[in-house]
């Protein structure tokens, strides 16, 4: 800052007051702008999808692994299970924000026009970018051409009309000596921290996803190789994006006191009708949301909120559950009134919820063949014309991935379910 001709001409003395002025007005503002900063990012409305979404998950393997489990997606389209939301998945091994995998024989498009040309084929009105891992190699120096790659990247994205939400990179797990694993996760924190300041400056939504890797008691457990996540490790991904967004947590319990005939919800279910009849109590529970499917080892279910069931005032004896015409827990009087009740890990929710996932895999697996056919150059490449007739093909990928995502819709909406507990004689 030029001085002008009348601070020039004040005395030392004054120059000093003058000084001293500015310099707690600075720090007084650089507190006001942290304020700032602190009250957009607590205002920041809360994470929500609206009808007729299309959201397209983007980035490397991370993003790509998932079409074998579906746990992204799965968190997501349960949330607003009432609204039209699709998703196409367009992760790529090996890829980074330049779109350096994407490179075919045929030219063109480049690598990166590849990438933006299938972003445009996708339509998307929200797009989640897992991007880092593979540029963080470049240590410090590559940092700024990531950078420069992400932003570029991002300005597309607004072309497009979309919003972008940006995940940080996972720490490697293993696979290396201690110093060079620590050496390497440095790296990656270096990109993930990037990652955060970048979506500050274009006040977008970033997801810290290697904090809670990092954090995880045994994470060892969540990674097949060291690098990359196995169905665990989607399972707690998923669970931290909910986390992240803030979305609240699936958790529903029912809180019956028979001697009162009273029944309570807590969470997002409500109850239709009950009715008590001796011993005997029948209700109808609607839920909001699904619970989360959760991997073949049940270890992992302390990740993920459950159903519970607690119900007190009941006379000595044993009683069961009844989900329909599945039994679904039996116990003690004793059993079921203590604590927070007794935890449900059964049911035609969680079936239902088994199903749904099943299905966003299976569409998942339809639009990678769609989207990356083997044969691509043949197909659609400069070699069409000897048997470009069979593209036809595609299309009809089109249809069946059509048929799944109304499967998809109807499934994702949980049914009411009627409950009864019974007395055991």
């Given at each position: 800052?030029?001085?002008?001709?009348?601070?020039?001409?004040?005395?030392?003395?004054?120059?000093?007051?003058?000084?001293?002025?500015?310099?707690?007005?600075?720090?007084?503002?650089?507190?006001?702008?942290?304020?700032?900063?602190?009250?957009?990012?607590?205002?920041?409305?809360?994470?929500?999808?609206?009808?007729?979404?299309?959201?397209?998950?983007?980035?490397?393997?991370?993003?790509?692994?998932?079409?074998?489990?579906?746990?992204?997606?799965?968190?997501?389209?349960?949330?607003?299970?009432?609204?039209?939301?699709?998703?196409?998945?367009?992760?790529?091994?090996?890829?980074?924000?330049?779109?350096?995998?994407?490179?075919?024989?045929?030219?063109?498009?480049?690598?990166?026009?590849?990438?933006?040309?299938?972003?445009?084929?996708?339509?998307?009105?929200?797009?989640?970018?897992?991007?880092g891992a593979n540029e963080s190699y470049g240590g410090a120096e590559g940092l700024s051409e990531f950078k420069k790659g992400m932003q570029t990247l991002l300005d597309e994205i607004k072309k497009m009309g979309a919003e972008a939400?940006?995940?940080?990179?996972?720490?490697?797990?293993?696979?290396?000596?201690?110093?060079?694993?620590?050496?390497?996760?440095?790296?990656?924190?270096?990109?993930?921290?990037?990652?955060?300041?970048?979506?500050?400056?274009?006040?977008?939504?970033?997801?810290?996803?290697?904090?809670?890797?990092?954090?995880?008691?045994?994470?060892?457990?969540?990674?097949?190789?060291?690098?990359?996540?196995?169905?665990?490790?989607?399972?707690?991904?998923?669970?931290?994006?909910?986390?992240?967004?803030?979305?609240?947590?699936?958790?529903?319990?029912?809180?019956?006191?028979?001697?009162?005939?009273?029944?309570?919800?807590?969470?997002?279910?409500?109850?239709l009708e009950d009715q008590f009849n001796n011993q005997n109590i029948t209700f109808t529970a609607n839920a909001s949301i699904l619970p989360f499917p959760p991997p073949a080892t049940d270890a992992a279910m302390e990740n993920k909120?459950?159903?519970?069931?607690?119900?007190?005032?009941?006379?000595?004896?044993?009683?069961?559950?009844?989900?329909?015409?599945?039994?679904?827990?039996?116990?003690?009087?004793?059993?079921?009134?203590?604590?927070?009740?007794?935890?449900?890990?059964?049911?035609?929710?969680?079936?239902?919820?088994?199903?749904?996932?099943?299905?966003?895999?299976?569409?998942?697996?339809?639009?990678?063949?769609?989207?990356?056919?083997?044969?691509?150059?043949?197909?659609?490449?400069?070699?069409?014309?000897?048997?470009?007739?069979?593209?036809?093909?595609?299309?009809?990928?089109?249809?069946?991935?059509?048929?799944?995502?109304?499967?998809?819709?109807?499934?994702?909406?949980?049914?009411?379910?009627?409950?009864?507990?019974?007395?055991?004689?």
């Open positions: 800052m030029k001085l002008s001709n009348k601070v020039k001409r004040t005395g030392i003395s004054e120059i000093a007051s003058c000084f001293l002025i500015l310099l707690l007005a600075f720090s007084h503002g650089c507190a006001a702008a942290e304020s700032t900063v602190s009250n957009q990012i607590e205002e920041k409305p809360d994470f929500e999808l609206q009808h007729g979404d299309r959201v397209v998950l983007l980035g490397n393997s991370l993003i790509q692994n998932d079409i074998e489990y579906g746990y992204i997606e799965y968190a997501l389209t349960t949330r607003w299970p009432q609204k039209d939301i699709t998703f196409r998945n367009l992760g790529w091994t090996g890829d980074t924000v330049h779109g350096e995998a994407r490179s075919y024989f045929t030219t063109p498009p480049e690598s990166y026009e590849l990438l933006i040309q299938q972003l445009q084929e996708a339509e998307p009105t929200v797009v989640f970018i897992g991007y939400v940006l995940l940080s990179p996972i720490p490697q797990i293993s696979g290396l000596s201690p110093d060079e694993l620590s050496a390497r996760n440095e790296d990656i924190r270096l990109y993930a921290s990037a990652i955060s300041e970048i979506a500050f400056e274009n006040e977008i939504r970033y997801i810290d996803l290697f904090s809670p890797f990092e954090d995880y008691d045994h994470p060892d457990q969540l990674a097949s190789d060291g690098i990359h996540l196995n169905q665990k490790g989607y399972y707690f991904l998923a669970s931290v994006l909910e986390e992240e967004l803030g979305l609240s947590v699936r958790t529903w319990t029912v809180d019956i006191d028979f001697s009162e005939q009273r029944v309570d919800t807590h969470g997002p279910v409500e109850i909120p459950v159903i519970r069931f607690k119900i007190e005032g009941l006379p000595e004896g044993y009683y069961t559950l009844k989900m329909g015409a599945m039994d679904i827990r039996t116990a003690s009087a004793e059993k079921w009134s203590d604590g927070d009740g007794i935890t449900v890990k059964q049911g035609i929710l969680y079936k239902q919820a088994s199903e749904l996932k099943e299905k966003i895999v299976q569409k998942n697996q339809l639009f990678f063949r769609k989207y990356r056919p083997t044969n691509r150059t043949y197909l659609v490449g400069f070699r069409s014309h000897e048997q470009g007739q069979n593209s036809k093909e595609l299309e009809q990928l089109g249809l069946f991935i059509n048929r799944l995502e109304n499967k998809i819709s109807q499934l994702r909406k949980p049914r009411p379910d009627n409950y009864r507990l019974i007395a055991i004689e």
